[in-house]
């Protein structure tokens, strides 16, 4: 149950970031295919802009979700699982 509750929170907790990144990605590799420019930093900085502020954005809610997973943890730890 344990293992369950941490992989959902790691879910959770990356999902906003790699899918802000997989989106742009697809966005940037249909620019390069559509005009042919084939420059390889190209896909590196709008990837990088965009996870930084995705992940600004979406700090306190991945916070509060690794927050609620601690707590039940230490709850089962004190209860004896």
């Known amino acids: 149950d344990i293992v369950q509750s941490a ?3 790691i879910i959770v907790g990356a999902g906003p970031s790699v899918a802000a990144a997989m989106l742009v990605g697809i966005g940037i590799a249909l620019f390069q295919a ?9 896909t590196f900085i709008p990837k990088i802009i965009v996870i ?13 979700q690794i927050f609620a997973f601690t707590e039940q943890v230490y709850g089962r730890i004190v209860t004896g699982f």
């Open 7 to 9: 992989i959902w929170t």
């Open 34 to 42: 559509l005009t042919q420019i084939q420059e390889m930093t190209l």
């Open 52 to 64: 930084l502020v995705v992940t600004a954005l979406t700090g306190s809610f991945v916070g509060a």
